[in-house]
């Protein structure tokens, strides 16, 4: 028996010690059905070799059957290793054998993220560095990223070691917000839970970056001489947007410019969310903070309302309602702004989401069934421009022509009948995407609603805002009076909550905005 190397041994354990040559080795029967070959793992072999001999026998032919380490062996045939360390064990039974793999197996446990951290702390502490650090031990750079950031905070750290139930990515999220207790809370409660962590975040990281951007947005205006103003309520008397009034009846409304010197010229800040394509030609979300000018004593000034025609809405004001109906309407105001708010918040993390699912191998079961139903009973959505644009994205193809994309056919050319799927499957996804807004939680689609259900049953974690609009949730009675538009475009979805129930009806444009807190 040439086992390559001098073997240490106990004559009264009868084990040995040896190097063998995995590429002659002999895979024995494995209670595992897959060995699982992940690319971290090569890589982690490629870079350190076998560093945990793999256990097995020799048989009546002199050939090493591996008894324990799989993953291991193949591995190391993968990244051509001349030698592997390997313990030589008597033959078991059958029955043993079957026992110590199940037995290997089911007691075998992953590192926890504190482990994580403490590993790559001190990495770090002896000097590698992020790069080297993933480069030594095979792991993605944003995981490496993120245990660096965990282990920056101290709160985070200990975090970690505290609640096993912290991902790696939640922990550095909690670094993140170190300095907000509120956020923390609602953080941990949402990773404790096991859903919602990443809707939380987003809304957390909005109203931060809002804030920042309404400091800074108000801190300009006031430098320039521009009063700043609360948001007038819906029965405000005195308080007019510019673009309302005029010197007089048929003139040009006021803008910034031609009012700036009246003295109830002020403006009140508020947040626009439009989605844009960057210089990439890709969709990103842009959340900007911008001015509402306004005169505070229109009437006092000798301003004309340029929409005051004499006659009066159907619908009552919220000072001629008793107290039940009024507070119903501001019930419904705040439901409507909130949600506004909780949809924007939402879009980028199922973006996210599909942009991640885009990139499986196989679809998920049910996958045939549902694109059926998309082309029998949703055919309108094939047809999308803006579905064909999302879907070039999460593809890594080029945009052309009216929204499409080049490269469909290369890409259908060189994949699998299973990964074909996908690529049908998500490309009909990123046209119901797409025909998404904020009017999908106000009143249930079959087609979003289909889509919803859909990604939501392959785990994608909904929210409340999104179950509404998969018909999940049934929406609170509401009062849908109708009244004209508004000529302000700006209350279609940010009035105060005194406005009354039949703004909350308006549709929301391609930019929507949110009122300054």
Not at 95 to 124: C, F, P, Y
Not at 215 to 223: D, G, H, I, Q
Request: glycine share 6%; net charge neutral; aromatic share 6%.
């Amino acid at each position: 028996m040439d086992t390559n190397v001098t073997a240490e041994s106990t004559a009264t354990e009868q084990i040995v010690l040896v190097q063998i040559d995995p590429t002659t080795a002999v895979l024995g029967v494995n209670v595992r059905s897959e060995a699982n070959l992940t690319a971290d793992f090569v890589a982690s072999i490629r870079e350190l070799g076998v560093l945990e001999p793999v256990v097995g026998h020799y048989d009546q032919q002199g050939q090493f059957v591996v008894l324990r380490g799989q993953r291991r062996t193949l591995a190391a045939v993968e990244t051509k290793q001349a030698t592997i360390p390997a313990v030589v064990v008597p033959r078991p039974e059958d029955a043993d054998r079957i026992v110590q793999q199940m037995a290997e197996n089911d007691h075998r446990s992953d590192m926890t993220t504190a482990d994580r951290v403490a590993g790559v702390k001190q990495l770090a502490a002896f000097g590698l560095t992020a790069a080297q650090i993933k480069r030594r031990t095979s792991r993605p750079r944003t995981e490496v990223d993120a245990a660096l950031a965990v282990a920056a905070s101290e709160l985070a750290e200990k975090a970690s070691q505290r609640w096993d139930f912290l991902t790696l990515d939640q922990a550095a999220t909690l670094a993140e917000f170190e300095d907000d207790p509120e956020a923390i809370e609602a953080l941990t409660l949402a990773a404790k839970d096991g859903r919602g962590f990443e809707h939380v975040t987003q809304r957390l990281r909005d109203a931060r970056e809002d804030a920042a951007a309404l400091s800074a947005l108000a801190e300009t205006l006031t430098a320039k001489g521009v009063r700043m103003v609360a948001r007038p309520s819906h029965d405000d008397k005195t308080t007019l947007d510019l673009s309302r009034l005029a010197t007089k009846v048929g003139g040009r409304a006021y803008n910034k410019a031609t009012h700036a010197k009246c003295t109830g010229h002020a403006a009140y800040l508020h947040i626009t969310t439009r989605w844009q394509k960057d210089a990439k030609g890709k969709e990103v979300r842009v959340r900007q903070a911008e001015p509402c000018y306004v005169c505070t004593d229109w009437r006092g000034a000798g301003h004309v309302d340029l929409y005051d025609y004499g006659r009066g809405s159907s619908t009552p004001k919220a000072a001629e309602m008793t107290p039940e109906a009024r507070e119903r309407a501001r019930a419904e105001r705040r439901d409507v702004i909130e949600s506004n708010k909780a949809w924007d918040t939402a879009e980028p993390v199922r973006r996210d989401w599909l942009a991640t699912f885009s990139q499986r191998k196989t679809a998920p079961k049910g996958s045939a069934t549902f694109i059926a139903r998309v082309l029998t009973e949703h055919s309108e959505v094939v047809a999308s421009v803006g579905g064909a644009q999302l879907a070039t994205e999460w593809f890594g193809l080029k945009h052309s022509g009216y929204g499409y994309g080049s490269g469909w056919a290369d890409l259908l050319d060189k994949a699998t009948e299973a990964r074909a799927q996908v690529i049908a499957l998500c490309r009909l996804l990123a046209s119901l995407e797409k025909g998404t807004s904020r009017e999908s939680w106000r009143r249930v689609a079959p087609a979003t609603a289909d889509y919803l259900t859909f990604i939501a049953a392959n785990g994608y974690d909904l929210s409340d805002v999104e179950k509404r609009a998969a018909g999940q949730v049934k929406p609170k009675p509401a009062r849908r009076a109708r009244a004209k538009a508004t000529p302000d475009a700006t209350t279609s979805d940010t009035t105060e909550p005194d406005a009354t129930p039949d703004e909350a009806t308006a549709p929301a444009d391609a930019t929507t905005s949110t009122p300054a807190a």
